[in-house]
């Protein structure tokens, strides 16, 4: 049984960039209380006329494919995390088999938000492992910009949230690189704290009719911050050190730390719970908000290209977000 290696990284982002000053002209929020409160300072949302969930999820996977040394033929399956799927249904995972011109390979698509790559790549490894496929894109992407209530009432999301893509080639290890371990988990009693209601099946009939919906709050993000925000960051720990303590590894063994980029503030209280200085931890929120299922991806593609990631490294990588659910990754690179 092989082991499975990241061989290859990309990203994909809008070129739309959204200050916190653009956002002060349309609502009531200004850049000292975003950056205060989550770091951000900017982040991209689509453009209707050029970017779609699949088109960015395509940019970024032929980036990682041709820095692995690969072509969109040598792609056996993929496995697409999203909560913002193009449609409602099918899920994106198919458009990126059609975007990448490959016939007939299954797609798969995950839908467990900020975890939702994690979880993706912990498919993935498995697939590999039973030697299934050899070559696997995993990617994560989202547009949650038209999912957001852009107005004073939406404003703890509307400042928070962006848009891009993120993939992975994942491979057979023949060395010592290699994943070394997932770790998933789930608690869905709090599924209401972060989530879209609608178009949701259990609505009664008469009240899924499109003239119904005279209220559409239902289908924007709806985000309980402050309980999302004291959850995360006890799960962030807890996952982190469940991959530590299976790989019989300490803290100090990190080279880098890649976490979900949700908010600034969580990324430096598990900085300091793990007591990791600022070159072992990946943060790029300030350029991009917060990405969903893209922002592991989108943060592990901009660290390699940095030179932050080298041969050997071990780097964890973790999350927390709807569902709740929350994610780690371990691996030697
Ligand atoms: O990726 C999925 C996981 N998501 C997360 O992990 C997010 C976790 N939560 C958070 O990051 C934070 O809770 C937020 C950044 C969303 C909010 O920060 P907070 O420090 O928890 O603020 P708050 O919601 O307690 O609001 C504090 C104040 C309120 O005003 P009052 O009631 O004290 O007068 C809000 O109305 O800040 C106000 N506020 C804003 N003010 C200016 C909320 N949003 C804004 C805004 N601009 N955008």
Redesign the pocket.
Known sequence: MHSSKIVGVGHHVPETVITNEYLSTI????DA??TE??GIKERRWMDPEKDTVANMAAKASRMALQRAGLTEKDVEFIVFATITSDYYFPGSGVLLQRELGLESIGALDVKN??SGFIYALSIADQFIKTGMYKTILVVGAEIQSTALDISTRG??????FGDGAGAVVLQPSTTKSAILSTHLHSDGRFAEE?FVKDPGSSRPHKERQPEQFLDTSGFKVH?N??Q??KH?VVRFMEVINEALAANHMQKEDIDLLVP?Q??L??SQYIQEKLALRDDQVYNNIMRYG?T?AASIPIALSEAWAEGRIKENDVICLAA???GFTWASALIRW
């Open positions: 609502i009531d929020t200004n209380w975003i409160r989550t938000a900020c404003r703890n999301t509307a400042v928070i972060l985000m911050g402050n999302v925000f995360a979900h949700a908010n503030r969580i917060n969903t927390f977000g709807s």
